[in-house]
Structures are given as structure tokens and as C-alpha cells.
């Protein structure tokens, strides 16, 4: 059974920083696109960063340019994604999600998906 689980959310205060983890189960995580979301109280889903399995590129939204970073540690079968500079505007859910469909460059549209945890960014 394929499965999901993200880990590393959490309350920090602006500026801090943090490490999320989605670490894969029934598959082999570097097979698939892996992508990180999140989703705030009364807004839309947004994608946040993804990393491709064809050639390991990355997309970020613009809002975390500069702040955040997607990485794999194929051998852990896991993604992170560190979070520095936090602001207030990046509290949401944050959700861990992968497709396998080979080069496939958008950040959006993924088949399978995490349960989430929540970041908080609050003084």
C-alpha cells in the first residue's frame, strides 16, 4: 500500500525555521515527482515546491523563493523541505503528496497524497 507520511510541523516563531519530512512507504520515493502544498484557513491549495524524478529540478512558488528548500534522500526514501525566514503568511497545512508520471514539470495535478501537518508561525 502505498502511503505518505510527513512529520516536522510544528508552532515557530517569525524568522525561525523548520524541517518537514514526507517519508514514503510501498513505493520507492525517487521513482516519483514529490511535491510539498499547503493550504490555509479559507484558501485554495497552493503547491509550495516540487522536485522532479526525470532530472531532479525544482520548482518553487514565488512566495518561498529564497526561504524554503526541496531535497531527497533517496537511501531514507524521503523528502524535505526546510523552511527558513518564516512568516505568519506561511502558517497552513502542509501536505506531501508524489506522481509518477515522467517528466512532468508542474506542480500540480499529483496522484497521491499525505495527511498533512500543520505549521504555525506566530509570535
Known amino acids: 500500500q502505498l502511503q505518505l507520511v510527513e512529520s516536522g510541523g510544528g508552532l515557530v516563531q517569525p524568522g525561525g525555521s523548520l524541517r518537514l519530512s514526507c517519508t514514503a512507504s510501498g513505493f520507492t520515493l525517487g521513482h516519483y515527482n514529490i511535491g510539498w502544498f499547503r493550504q490555509a484557513p479559507g484558501k485554495e491549495r497552493e503547491g509550495v515546491s516540487c522536485i522532479s524524478n526525470s532530472d531532479g529540478s525544482t520548482y518553487y512558488a514565488d512566495s518561498v523563493k529564497g526561504r524554503f528548500t526541496i531535497s531527497r534522500d533517496n537511501a531514507k526514501n524521503t523528502v524535505y523541505l526546510i523552511m527558513n525566514s518564516l512568516k505568519p503568511e506561511d502558517t497552513a497545512v502542509y501536505y506531501c503528496?508524489?506522481?509518477?508520471?515522467?517528466?512532468?514539470?508542474?506542480?500540480?495535478?499529483?496522484?497521491?497524497w499525505g495527511q498533512g501537518t500543520q505549521v504555525t508561525v506566530s509570535s
Open positions: 503528496a508524489a506522481d509518477p508520471r515522467f517528466r512532468y514539470y508542474y506542480c500540480s495535478g499529483y496522484v497521491y
